[in-house]
C-alpha cells in the first residue's frame, strides 16, 4: 500500500435542538425579552443531556467538533451534550460547568455557525415575533462564554459571516442546510463533527442523503448520522457521497420513502 494513501470513514452527526418553552408557554411570548429566541424549559435541558449521554455510548466513534446555530435553545442544547460527551469522573482535570461537573476540555471543540440558524423568514418565525428591524441581536462572545472553559474555538472562520436576511426563502433555506452540512465536512474530513440545528436542517440532512425518503416528523434532540468515505493522498483528498448510517426512526426522525424527496418538513407543518 502507498504510504502516501490513507483512508478512513468520516462521521457528522446532525442533530435537533431540545424542548422550547414557547411551545409550552404560550404567553411567555408576550414577555420574553427576545421572543424570537425562546430558551428550553428544563425538560429540554434534560433531554439534551441525555440524549449527549446516548451519542458517547452509543455512536461507536468519537464526535471530535461541534458546530451549532446561535439560536439560545440549541447553544442551550450544544452546551448540556458537551458536557456529557466530555465528562470525566476525575475530579482534579480542568475544565468545568457551571454546575461544577468536571469535565475534559480536550476531548473536542465548540463553534458557533450562523449557517445553521432557524430558517429566517415567516414559515419558522412569526413576522409578529421578529425584531421590526431585522436585527436578530446575537452577542456571540456572551453565547461562547456560556460554555465550559477551554471548549470554544476562536480561530475557527465562519462559513456564512452574518446571517441570512430576513425573509430567505424556504428553497433557499434548504439549500443552506445542505451546504453548510458538506462545507463543514469539507473543512475537516479527518474529523467527526455535530451539528447542533434546527428541526428543518435535521430533515434535510435525511431527505438529501437518503434516496427518496421524505421526512415528516424530527422530535426534540433527534439526530441523523451521516457517513462517507474520505481517501487522502499527500495534502488533498476526496471524498465520496453521504449516507445515512443509522435508521432515522432509531434516533427519532419519522420518514417514510417518496419520489418526491422535495417534500419536506414545513410542508408537513412540523414545528422547528
Given at each position: 500500500?502507498?504510504?502516501?494513501?490513507?483512508?478512513?470513514?468520516?462521521?457528522?452527526?446532525?442533530?435537533?435542538?431540545?424542548?422550547?418553552?414557547?411551545?409550552?408557554?404560550?404567553?411567555?411570548?408576550?414577555?420574553?425579552?427576545?421572543?424570537?429566541?425562546?430558551?428550553?424549559?428544563?425538560?429540554?435541558?434534560?433531554?439534551?443531556?441525555?440524549?449527549?449521554?446516548?451519542?458517547?455510548?452509543?455512536?461507536?466513534?468519537?464526535?471530535?467538533?461541534?458546530?451549532?446555530?446561535?439560536?439560545?435553545?440549541?447553544?442551550?442544547?450544544?452546551?448540556?451534550?458537551?458536557?456529557?460527551?466530555?465528562?470525566?469522573?476525575?475530579?482534579?482535570?480542568?475544565?468545568?460547568?457551571?454546575?461544577?461537573?468536571?469535565?475534559?476540555?480536550?476531548?473536542?471543540?465548540?463553534?458557533?455557525?450562523?449557517?445553521?440558524?432557524?430558517?429566517?423568514?415567516?414559515?419558522?418565525?412569526?413576522?409578529?415575533?421578529?425584531?421590526?428591524?431585522?436585527?436578530?441581536?446575537?452577542?456571540?462572545?456572551?453565547?461562547?462564554?456560556?460554555?465550559?472553559?477551554?471548549?470554544?474555538?476562536?480561530?475557527?472562520?465562519?462559513?456564512?459571516?452574518?446571517?441570512?436576511?430576513?425573509?430567505?426563502?424556504?428553497?433557499?433555506a434548504k439549500s443552506r442546510y445542505a451546504k453548510i452540512i458538506k462545507t463543514l465536512a469539507d473543512m475537516y474530513p479527518s474529523e467527526n463533527l455535530l451539528l447542533v440545528t434546527h428541526g428543518e436542517a435535521v430533515g434535510?440532512?435525511?431527505?438529501?442523503?437518503?434516496?427518496?425518503?421524505?421526512?415528516?416528523?424530527?422530535?426534540?434532540?433527534?439526530?441523523?448520522?451521516?457517513?462517507?468515505?474520505?481517501?487522502?493522498?499527500?495534502?488533498?483528498?476526496?471524498?465520496?457521497?453521504?449516507?445515512?448510517?443509522?435508521?432515522?426512526?432509531?434516533?427519532?426522525?419519522?420518514?417514510?420513502?417518496?419520489?418526491?424527496?422535495?417534500?419536506?418538513?414545513?410542508?408537513?407543518?412540523?414545528?422547528?
Amino acid at each position: 500500500m502507498d504510504p502516501t494513501k490513507t483512508q478512513h470513514h468520516q462521521n457528522v452527526v446532525v442533530m435537533r435542538h431540545g424542548d422550547r418553552i414557547d411551545n409550552f408557554q404560550p404567553l411567555w411570548v408576550a414577555k420574553g425579552p427576545r421572543p424570537w429566541d425562546p430558551p428550553l424549559v428544563e425538560e429540554g435541558l434534560s433531554r439534551a443531556h441525555t440524549t449527549g449521554h446516548k451519542l458517547r455510548t452509543r455512536l461507536g466513534f468519537p464526535i471530535h467538533r461541534v458546530f451549532v446555530s446561535p439560536f439560545l435553545r440549541c447553544i442551550q442544547t450544544a452546551r448540556e451534550v458537551v458536557t456529557a460527551l466530555c465528562f470525566v469522573a476525575d475530579a482534579t482535570t480542568t475544565g468545568g460547568s457551571a454546575d461544577g461537573t468536571s469535565i475534559d476540555s480536550s476531548k473536542l471543540k465548540v463553534s458557533i455557525e450562523y449557517g445553521l440558524c432557524e430558517m429566517l423568514n415567516r414559515e419558522a418565525i412569526r413576522p409578529s415575533v421578529a425584531p421590526k428591524d431585522g436585527d436578530f441581536g446575537f452577542n456571540i462572545s456572551e453565547l461562547e462564554a456560556t460554555f465550559p472553559a477551554g471548549i470554544v474555538d476562536n480561530s475557527v472562520k465562519r462559513v456564512y459571516q452574518e446571517l441570512p436576511r430576513w425573509e430567505e426563502t424556504v428553497l433557499g433555506a434548504k439549500s443552506r442546510y445542505a451546504k453548510i452540512i458538506k462545507t463543514l465536512a469539507d473543512m475537516y474530513p479527518s474529523e467527526n463533527l455535530l451539528l447542533v440545528t434546527h428541526g428543518e436542517a435535521v430533515g434535510i440532512a435525511v431527505s438529501t442523503f437518503l434516496e427518496e425518503a421524505t421526512v415528516y416528523e424530527v422530535e426534540y434532540c433527534a439526530y441523523a448520522e451521516l457517513r462517507r468515505q474520505i481517501n487522502f493522498e499527500n495534502e488533498s483528498f476526496t471524498a465520496g457521497n453521504f449516507e445515512v448510517s443509522r435508521n432515522p426512526t432509531q434516533t427519532g426522525i419519522g420518514y417514510s420513502p417518496s419520489t418526491h424527496s422535495t417534500d419536506f418538513l414545513m410542508d408537513a407543518g412540523i414545528p422547528i
